[in-house]
């Protein structure tokens, strides 16, 4: 069955600098991707970020980067030049082996200081 | 376009109570998601809609949970005899199936509190 591991219950970073947030999942399928979500205070889910399997390069959006490596099962999320409003939670999630429902990882919550 | 709306936002009830919580899918989207999120704690899937299929209900915690959708349209969760454990937030995402990444967009959600 899938299984999304995320050990970093907290993660803080400064400013301007580049913080790595990490997810490792379980599968036996061959074609999966995995997503990142924001969820800052307020409650909403907000879409970051998407890599496929077979994708052949790591994925990226604006500040956002995936740094996938497929050997490991690992794909983590990788923000560079951290902004205050990055403070809130962070989940890695893929599809359940049905590709009925997302299986989220437990978080992590990042705090950016100024 | 509109995003997924969800009502109410708050909902504060008693023990016992049932309620009804409403999600409103973005217009098109074909499958729409049910979530529970317990404070501090990830998603837990609870029941998935796709068109006119029978719906995944494997998530769902008891027969105290049930559901409706119909079509493409709104969808309703319905907790009966609400107990204290029922609280938390409730999401609700939908999804089209035209995207490449093929994600879902969630709504707001509905703060459930059982007192």
């Known amino acids: 069955a899938q299984k999304i591991t995320q050990t970093q219950p907290g993660m803080f970073v400064q400013e301007k600098e580049a913080v790595t947030l990490d997810c490792t999942y379980d599968?036996?399928?061959?074609?999966?991707?995995l997503f990142w979500y924001k969820q800052p205070s307020s409650g909403e889910m907000i879409f970051l970020i998407y890599?496929?399997?077979?994708?052949?390069q790591n994925a990226t959006e604006g500040r956002y980067s995936l740094n996938f490596q497929k050997a490991r099962k690992s794909a983590n999320l990788v923000i560079s030049a951290s902004q205050l409003g990055d403070s809130a939670m962070y989940f890695c999630?893929?599809?359940?082996?049905?590709?009925?429902?997302?299986?989220f990882g437990k978080g992590t919550t990042l705090s950016v200081s100024s | 376009g509109a995003g997924v709306s969800q009502s109410p936002s708050n909902k504060v009830t008693e023990k016992g109570k049932d309620v009804e919580l409403r999600c409103d899918p973005i217009?098109?989207?074909?499958?729409l998601y049910w979530y529970r999120q317990r404070l501090g704690q990830g998603l837990e899937f609870l029941i998935y809609?796709?068109?006119?299929?029978?719906?995944?209900k494997s998530g769902l915690p008891s027969d105290r949970f049930s559901a409706e959708r119909t079509g493409e349209s709104v969808s309703t969760l319905t907790i009966q005899r609400t107990q204290q454990e029922d609280s938390a937030v409730y999401l609700c995402?939908?999804?089209?199936?035209?995207?490449?990444?093929?994600?879902?967009?969630f709504g707001p959600g509905t703060r459930l509190t059982v007192l």
């Open positions: 995402a939908s999804r089209g199936l035209a995207g490449p990444t093929d994600t879902q967009y």
């Open positions: 599968t036996s399928d061959q074609s999966y991707g």
């Open positions: 890599q496929g399997s077979y994708d052949e």
């Open positions: 999630a893929m599809w359940n082996q049905a590709g009925t429902a997302l299986i």
């Open positions: 217009s098109g989207h074909t499958a």
């Open positions: 809609f796709q068109g006119n299929s029978a719906p995944d």
